[in-house]
């Protein structure tokens, strides 16, 4: 058998949920491909200008330019944070198989793809309504609303459901209200930000621009770089060398 035959015979035997995993998965590593064929061949590109066109946006005068992004950005998760997708995708493979099993494919399907669509728009909503967010120039991705719809679908069809977490078990509906407060409480301890160039680019920390006799060092997570006697180091063979 072929490569491309054992491929297709593997793709065709996962069901719904495997698929949708799969695709995530394959989505969020694309960008590291990406960035290594710029850095290989020294492309003055950034990956980022491509990818923020399915980042969903608060601000009306960038979201009018990418409509499609209230779905698309359900699809990607933060690069900087492993944990961001395996979460996600752990509970959407756990709760999604149960749906799978008790209702088919069709009301998975509509329950993660408009949980996407109307988390995308309470977000929308959230920052142009509370004056907390004001002036805060904003972009979201991450599948958790679809997977949270899931988990509540099921929360309101069983909440007495049992489910084994390590040596004990727990009703769904504690698990589900645990979630909730968990992303209720989250929202006073900060909004977490990233700079980003004069083209709406996401930048990484440290950012270097060198002048004939200077090193500027940009974008500086402080106090914790500021602090760090290796990252003095390192810049100081910068200017050294």
């Not at 719904?16 to 590291?32: A, D, G, N, R």
């Amino acid at each position: 058998m072929e490569l491309r035959e054992r491929i297709g015979f593997f793709l065709n035997n996962l069901n719904i949920v495997q698929k949708l995993i799969l695709y995530i998965v394959c989505i969020h590593f694309f960008p590291y491909i990406i960035d290594v064929v710029i850095y290989l061949f020294k492309i003055k590109f950034q990956s980022q200008s491509i990818f923020k066109w399915f980042y969903i946006s608060a601000d009306f005068t960038e979201l009018i330019f990418k409509p499609w992004s209230i779905f698309t950005y359900g699809f990607f998760h933060n690069q900087n944070s492993f944990s961001h997708i395996f979460w996600n995708m752990f509970l959407f493979y756990y709760f999604g198989s149960i749906v799978l099993d008790l209702f088919g494919k069709k009301t998975l399907k509509h329950l993660f793809f408009s949980g996407i669509i109307v988390g995308g728009i309470t977000y929308i909503i959230s920052y142009n309504l509370f004056p907390v967010f004001s002036g805060i120039k904003s972009s979201m991705i991450g599948s958790s609303a679809g997977v949270s719809s899931i988990i509540f679908f099921l929360t309101f069809y069983s909440p007495n459901y049992k489910i084994r977490i390590f040596f004990f078990d727990l009703k769904l509906l504690y698990l589900a209200i645990f979630l909730f407060l968990y992303d209720i409480i989250q929202i006073p301890s900060g909004v977490r930000a990233q700079a980003v160039d004069k083209d709406g680019n996401l930048l990484d920390d440290f950012l270097f621009e060198e002048g004939s006799s200077s090193l500027h060092v940009l974008n500086s997570p402080s106090p914790a770089a500021t602090a760090s006697l290796a990252i003095g180091e390192s810049i100081a063979s910068k200017i050294l060398n």
